[in-house]
Protein backbone atom coordinates (compact mmCIF):
# COMPACT_ATOMS: atom_id res chain seq x y z
CA UNK A 1 0.00 0.00 0.00
CA UNK A 2 1.75 3.72 -1.05
CA UNK A 3 1.04 6.08 1.58
CA UNK A 4 -0.96 9.16 0.24
CA UNK A 5 0.84 12.41 1.08
CA UNK A 6 -0.54 15.56 1.71
CA UNK A 7 -1.07 18.24 -1.42
CA UNK A 8 1.45 20.59 0.23
CA UNK A 9 3.98 18.12 0.32
CA UNK A 10 6.39 18.11 -2.31
CA UNK A 11 7.54 14.92 -4.07
CA UNK A 12 10.92 13.55 -4.53
CA UNK A 13 10.16 10.89 -7.03
CA UNK A 14 12.24 10.28 -9.89
CA UNK A 15 9.85 9.98 -12.71
CA UNK A 16 10.21 9.55 -16.61
CA UNK A 17 9.09 13.31 -17.34
CA UNK A 18 12.37 13.96 -15.48
CA UNK A 19 15.02 12.28 -17.53
CA UNK A 20 16.55 13.03 -20.69
CA UNK A 21 15.20 10.18 -22.93
CA UNK A 22 16.32 9.94 -26.72
CA UNK A 23 19.58 11.74 -28.68
CA UNK A 24 18.03 14.95 -29.63
CA UNK A 25 17.73 16.12 -26.20
CA UNK A 26 21.04 14.97 -25.42
CA UNK A 27 22.36 16.72 -28.02
CA UNK A 28 20.41 19.75 -27.36
CA UNK A 29 22.20 20.51 -23.70
CA UNK A 30 25.62 19.24 -25.65
CA UNK A 31 25.53 21.75 -28.33
CA UNK A 32 24.21 24.43 -26.07
CA UNK A 33 25.12 24.02 -22.24
CA UNK A 34 24.45 27.81 -20.37
CA UNK A 35 26.36 26.22 -17.51
CA UNK A 36 29.58 24.05 -16.94
CA UNK A 37 31.09 22.70 -13.29
CA UNK A 38 33.54 20.28 -13.40
CA UNK A 39 36.04 18.18 -10.99
CA UNK A 40 38.26 15.50 -11.61
CA UNK A 41 35.65 12.79 -11.71
CA UNK A 42 32.17 14.78 -13.44
CA UNK A 43 31.40 17.22 -15.86
CA UNK A 44 27.85 18.29 -15.64
CA UNK A 45 26.57 20.79 -18.63
CA UNK A 46 23.56 22.36 -17.71
CA UNK A 47 20.68 24.31 -20.71
CA UNK A 48 17.35 26.10 -19.38
CA UNK A 49 14.32 24.21 -20.56
CA UNK A 50 10.51 25.41 -20.49
CA UNK A 51 9.52 22.68 -18.22
CA UNK A 52 8.30 23.10 -14.71
CA UNK A 53 11.09 20.12 -13.78
CA UNK A 54 14.21 19.40 -14.36
CA UNK A 55 15.35 16.29 -16.33
CA UNK A 56 18.82 14.04 -16.21
CA UNK A 57 20.39 12.97 -18.55
CA UNK A 58 23.71 10.37 -17.46
CA UNK A 59 26.79 9.34 -19.57
CA UNK A 60 29.04 6.82 -17.48
CA UNK A 61 31.26 5.03 -19.94
CA UNK A 62 32.74 1.79 -19.44
CA UNK A 63 36.24 2.60 -20.84
CA UNK A 64 36.22 5.39 -17.38
CA UNK A 65 34.27 2.69 -14.64
CA UNK A 66 35.04 -0.65 -15.96
CA UNK A 67 32.98 -2.40 -13.16
CA UNK A 68 29.38 -2.73 -14.00
CA UNK A 69 28.73 -2.46 -10.03
CA UNK A 70 30.43 0.97 -9.90
CA UNK A 71 28.81 2.34 -13.09
CA UNK A 72 25.78 1.06 -11.22
CA UNK A 73 26.20 2.99 -7.87
CA UNK A 74 27.63 6.12 -9.82
CA UNK A 75 24.30 6.29 -11.81
CA UNK A 76 22.28 5.79 -8.44
CA UNK A 77 24.18 8.23 -6.40
CA UNK A 78 23.69 10.79 -9.48
CA UNK A 79 19.86 10.34 -9.39
CA UNK A 80 19.50 10.16 -6.08
CA UNK A 81 22.04 13.76 -5.46
CA UNK A 82 19.22 15.13 -8.63
CA UNK A 83 16.16 13.68 -6.79
CA UNK A 84 16.97 15.60 -3.59
CA UNK A 85 17.42 18.86 -5.23
CA UNK A 86 15.47 18.24 -8.09
CA UNK A 87 13.00 21.77 -7.01
CA UNK A 88 16.30 23.88 -6.73
CA UNK A 89 17.33 22.45 -10.00
CA UNK A 90 13.17 23.02 -11.73
CA UNK A 91 13.64 24.33 -15.30
CA UNK A 92 17.30 22.92 -16.57
CA UNK A 93 18.15 19.82 -18.05
CA UNK A 94 21.26 18.40 -16.46
CA UNK A 95 23.70 16.04 -18.17
CA UNK A 96 26.00 14.22 -15.72
CA UNK A 97 29.16 12.66 -17.69
CA UNK A 98 32.26 10.82 -16.04
CA UNK A 99 35.23 12.30 -16.86
CA UNK A 100 37.86 10.49 -15.11
CA UNK A 101 39.18 7.48 -13.87
CA UNK A 102 36.76 5.42 -11.28
CA UNK A 103 38.29 5.62 -7.70
CA UNK A 104 39.35 2.43 -6.24
CA UNK A 105 36.60 2.78 -3.76
CA UNK A 106 34.24 1.95 -6.55
CA UNK A 107 31.26 4.62 -7.45
CA UNK A 108 30.15 4.48 -3.55
CA UNK A 109 32.42 6.87 -2.82
CA UNK A 110 31.70 9.81 -5.26
CA UNK A 111 28.35 11.35 -3.79
CA UNK A 112 30.14 14.07 -1.88
CA UNK A 113 31.66 15.31 -5.12
CA UNK A 114 28.82 15.52 -6.93
CA UNK A 115 27.08 17.19 -4.19
CA UNK A 116 29.62 20.01 -4.04
CA UNK A 117 29.00 20.16 -8.02
CA UNK A 118 25.85 20.46 -7.94
CA UNK A 119 26.01 23.56 -5.20
CA UNK A 120 28.80 25.28 -7.56
CA UNK A 121 26.05 24.84 -10.77
CA UNK A 122 23.08 26.22 -8.24
CA UNK A 123 25.72 29.27 -7.17
CA UNK A 124 26.47 29.91 -10.79
CA UNK A 125 22.86 29.90 -11.67
CA UNK A 126 22.14 32.37 -9.43
CA UNK A 127 24.80 34.82 -10.42
CA UNK A 128 23.08 35.30 -13.84
Known amino acids: MVPVSAPDTPSFRFTREQRLLDGAQFQAVFNAADWRVSDRYF ?4 RRNDLPQARLGLVIGRRKARHAVDRAAIK ?5 QFRLRQHELAGLDL ?14 SLTPALSELLDKL ?3 RGQD
Not at 43 to 46: D, F, H, P, S, V
Not at 76 to 80: C, G, I, L, N, Y
Request: hydrophobic share 40%; charged share 35%; net charge positive.
Open 43 to 46: LILA
Open 76 to 80: RRARE
Open 95 to 108: IVLLRGPCPKEGGR
Open 122 to 124: LAK
